[in-house]
């Protein structure tokens, strides 16, 4: 059984804030160990369960937060940016079952770590086909492209019912109780690592017994309309071929499948940063 480990840092053990997060301040390193750590617990349990192949993706920022010399060398990484499929780089219909590990709720969430969609400093909203997703609904939809479910995911509560009530029923690994942007309730890292193999060892045999939620799979073609934060951000975005302009902050644009619809999202995005 072959699984991707799509990771991100918001959601990561014990994080409450962006310095935590950002590779230029000294409390990053710390965190970044804790990330390695919590991918390695879902690796561990996801083995003991029956895996037999792990692939992890390093999905934060730029991609190279994971420490490989200090990952499990059961799995190969992904890092580094620009990759063609972004934070589920590596799937395709070889993998089994995808695990989202430190992911965070989607922008305007209440009670929510960090949340926010894919930029939180350009994107206020993003519906696919009309319906609101963040970052675990944009990338479990590419996983769908290529009939392939999301087993398991974790980070704070609001994450992990935000997934479950789009994706169906996961298993979950809550890490931190948020009572705010950034404020929460954290579990110490020997009680979340746990939490998290077990959860990862559940999600397996779930699998393995075909009782695992099904591929989150969206009629095509794909439509998808993004809000910016301000409408300059819209007027650089609309720059992009196929993109029709909706109002001052907002655009649309559709195309053949999610990969694809995918892709100029993460191009769309990249003009209007500027």
Not at 146 to 152: D, E, K, R, S
Not at 232 to 257: C, H, K, Q, T, Y
Request: hydrophobic residues 40%.
């Amino acid at each position: 059984m072959k699984i991707l480990i799509a990771a991100d840092m918001e959601g990561i053990t014990g994080v409450v804030n962006w310095d935590q997060v950002t590779s230029t301040h000294p409390e990053y390193a710390r965190f970044r160990r804790l990330m390695t750590e919590d991918v390695n617990a879902a690796i561990g349990g996801a083995l003991s369960a029956g895996a037999t192949e792990l692939l992890v993706t390093d999905g934060h920022s730029h991609g190279y937060n994971i420490l490989i010399e200090d990952l499990n060398p059961r799995a190969r990484l992904n890092s580094g940016n620009g990759s063609p499929l972004g934070m589920v780089q590596g799937i395709d219909a070889s993998i089994d079952g995808v695990f989202f590990v430190g992911y965070h709720a989607c922008a305007g969430s209440k009670n929510a770590i960090l949340d926010h969609t894919w930029s939180s400093a350009t994107v206020s909203g993003v519906w696919l086909n009309d319906l609101l997703v963040g970052e675990a609904g944009l990338n479990a939809a590419v996983c769908g492209h290529f009939n392939v479910p999301v087993l398991m995911v974790s980070g704070d509560q609001t994450v992990c019912g935000e997934a479950k009530a789009l994706l169906g029923n996961l298993e979950v690994a809550v890490v931190k109780q948020a009572s705010g942007r950034m404020s929460a309730e954290c579990l110490p890292p020997s009680q979340t690592h746990e939490k998290i193999c077990e959860a990862a060892a559940r999600a397996v045999q779930k699998h393995l017994s075909q009782q695992s939620p099904p591929p989150f799979r969206l009629p095509a073609p794909i439509q998808i309309r993004v809000a910016f934060f301000s409408s300059d951000m819209a007027d650089r975005a609309s720059m992009l071929p196929g993109v029709e302009r909706l109002n001052g902050r907002e655009i649309s644009f559709s195309n053949p499948d999610m990969p694809t619809a995918y892709r100029a999202f993460r191009a769309a995005v990249s003009l209007a940063r500027g």
